[in-house]
T-cell receptor, first 113, second 112 residues
Framework: KAGVTQTPRYLIKTRGQQVTLSCSPISGHRSVSWYQQTPGQGLQFLFEYFSETQRNKGNFPGRFSGRQFSNSRSEMNVSTLELGDSALYLC????????????FGQGTRLTVV | GDSVTQMEGPVTLSEEAFLTINCTYTATGYPSLFWYVQYPGEGLQLLLKATKADDKGSNKGFEATYRKETTSFHLEKGSVQVSDSAVYFCALSDGSNYKLTFGKGTLLTVNP
């Protein structure tokens, strides 16, 4: 079956702009999570959605937001981009059961100039 | 809060050498433990997992045992290959907060 699909794969934006990233989970998976990966901070949790509800949010400023649609697809938005937002943004989907693994997409590489 | 500590890299080995990457964790309750691998330019792939104490996860020659008494989940492989070169992440999920907590990652380079 198809894996987690993230679009676009690469983005270059200018400081102050906003950006929207998209994630399509594996069919049947209703939990979608987002992570930011940088060389300095490693992998940091952004937020998690299930059935269009945000169940947990990481320690990021309000410029980072997300949503989930009724078909489980998810988007995240970053407004007023800063140079420090340059990172690989990873989306993961999973079945909503304790101990089940998360399946990751290939990520969106965001560069802010 | 939850945390994962894994050995700093980079780790450089010759082909067929023995690999150990140490991982210890702090968590409330009984977390599930995972090893993920990331190849250059790719997302994360699950390598193996263990969901309760004394479970051994294994895949592609890699193994890790969930040790509750030492709060550890060390990754081992008896004979590494060049194709194992990647970044390895130890992670936990405690099931109550709907997120994975990752270690910093260990870069493994295997030379022929």
């Amino acid at each position: 079956k198809a894996g987690v699909t993230q679009t676009p794969r690469y983005l270059i934006k200018t400081r102050g702009q906003q950006v929207t990233l998209s994630c399509s989970p594996i069919s049947g998976h209703r939990s979608v999570s987002w992570y930011q990966q940088t060389p300095g901070q490693g992998l940091q949790f952004l937020f998690e959605y299930f059935s269009e509800t945000q169940r947990n949010k990481g320690n990021f400023p309000g410029r980072f937001s997300g949503r989930q649609f009724s078909n489980s697809r998810s988007e995240m938005n970053v407004s007023t981009l800063e140079l420090g937002d340059s990172a690989l943004y990873l989306c993961a989907s999973s079945l909503d059961r304790q101990g089940t693994e998360a399946f990751f997409g290939q990520g969106t590489r965001l560069t802010v100039v | 809060g939850d945390s994962v500590t894994q050995m700093e890299g980079p780790v450089t080995l010759s082909e067929e050498a023995f690999l150990t990457i140490n991982c210890t964790y702090t968590a409330t309750g009984y977390p599930s433990l995972f090893w993920y691998v990331q190849y250059p330019g790719e997302g994360l792939q699950l390598l193996l997992k263990a969901t309760k104490a004394d479970d051994k996860g294994s895949n592609k020659g890699f193994e890790a045992t969930y040790r509750k008494e030492t709060t550890s989940f060390h990754l081992e492989k008896g004979s590494v290959q060049v194709s194992d070169s990647a970044v390895y992440f130890c992670a936990l999920s405690d099931g109550s907060n709907y997120k994975l907590t990752f270690g910093k990652g260990t870069l493994l380079t295997v030379n022929p």
